[in-house]
């Protein structure tokens, strides 16, 4: 454990379900008071609350924020700071894919994607920032992809959001490099959550293969090692960039993508 981390609080956004479900707990894990954010069911949303709170021994409180929407995205980081006192950690990490050639991408699709996967981690961090900056303390931490460092097929806007976050990333870095406050991202390669299930249909139809040709000729295919990276592998590296171990480290797009970006 970092017990640096012990009492610090924590936004994670998109936190209902996969990445950000599990690094919300891994941050409960090391002590932090969290705030998970996210669409889902609510009993379920309720009772993954509870049991992350209980396993942890730290408070949980859920907030439904509509990401898409700016205002909410901002209430979200300062009702946050009311409750807890401060946000000290901020983890943008909700996002959306869809796989389609871009001629016939849906229109309203590239503007919900723009809203969640971009502007939402501008909002947040633009309501976050004031806090941190006077406390001396923040960590903020961008979930990008692999696809902020390099391109695939269809899927030209999300690729466009990921790289659009990777810059700013890097922008705000340098803003507050004397403030004690950091700013990375993390690029993972595929992750086995609902967001990759669910765009291997789309990535078939679109290059004309079955689901199964899907995942082992294209997902694992971008992955030297072959295996899907885990959820611990991604903690490993949001935990250290919290800590104060990870006070140097700014600005910077960390891949944990089994080797796709060194080829
Ligand atoms: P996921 O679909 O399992 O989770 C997405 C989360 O975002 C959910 O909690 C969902 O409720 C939330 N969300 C969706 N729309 C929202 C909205 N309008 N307002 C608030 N919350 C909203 O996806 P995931 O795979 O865990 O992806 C998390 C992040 O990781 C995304 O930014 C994604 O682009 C990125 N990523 C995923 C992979 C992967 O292989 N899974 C790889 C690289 C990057």
Same mark, same amino acid.
């Given at each position: 454990?970092?017990?640096? #981390?012990?009492?610090?609080? *924590?936004? @994670?956004?998109?936190?209902?379900?996969?990445?950000? #479900?599990?690094?919300?707990?891994?941050?409960? *894990?090391?002590?932090?008071? %969290?705030?998970?954010?996210? #669409?889902?069911? !609510?009993?379920?949303?309720e009772a993954e609350r509870k049991r992350i709170a209980e396993a942890h021994g730290v408070e949980v409180r859920f907030d439904g924020a509509n990401l898409m929407d700016a205002q909410e995205t901002a209430r979200l980081v300062t009702d946050a700071e009311e409750a807890f006192g401060a946000v000290d950690i901020l983890v943008n990490n909700a996002g959306m894919q869809k796989v389609s050639p871009i001629d016939e991408f849906p229109e309203d699709k590239w503007d919900q994607m723009i809203a969640l996967n971009l502007s939402a981690v501008f909002h947040a961090t633009k309501a976050a920032l004031p806090g941190? !900056?006077?406390?001396?303390?923040?960590?903020?931490?961008?979930?990008?992809?692999?696809?902020? #460092?390099?391109?695939?097929?269809?899927? *030209?806007?999300? %690729?466009?959001? !990921?790289?659009? %976050?990777?810059?700013?990333?890097?922008?705000?870095?340098?803003?507050? *490099?004397?403030?004690? @406050?950091? @700013?990375?991202?993390?690029?993972?390669?595929?992750?086995?959550t609902p967001l990759v299930t669910g765009q291997i249909g789309d990535t078939a139809k679109a290059r004309g293969m079955t689901e199964e040709e899907v995942k082992n000729e294209v997902i694992l295919k971008a992955q030297p090692t072959k295996q899907f990276v885990t959820y611990e592998q991604l903690n490993g590296l949001l935990i250290y960039l919290c800590s104060d171990a990870g006070a140097s480290c700014t600005g910077s797009a960390y891949t944990v993508d089994g080797g796709w970006t060194a080829q």
């Open positions: 454990m970092f017990e640096d #981390l012990r009492e610090r609080s *924590a936004v @994670v956004t998109g936190s209902t379900s996969g990445i950000g #479900l599990h690094m919300a707990e891994a941050l409960a *894990a090391q002590g932090c008071n %969290v705030t998970i954010n996210g #669409l889902g069911d !609510k009993d379920e949303i941190m !900056k006077s406390r001396g303390f923040g960590r903020i931490v961008n979930t990008a992809s692999a696809h902020g #460092l390099v391109a695939s097929p269809f899927k *030209a806007p999300y %690729v466009a959001t !990921k790289h659009g %976050v990777v810059g700013f990333t890097k922008s705000v870095a340098l803003e507050t *490099a004397e403030s004690g @406050v950091t @700013v990375n991202a993390i690029c993972p390669g595929y992750v086995e």
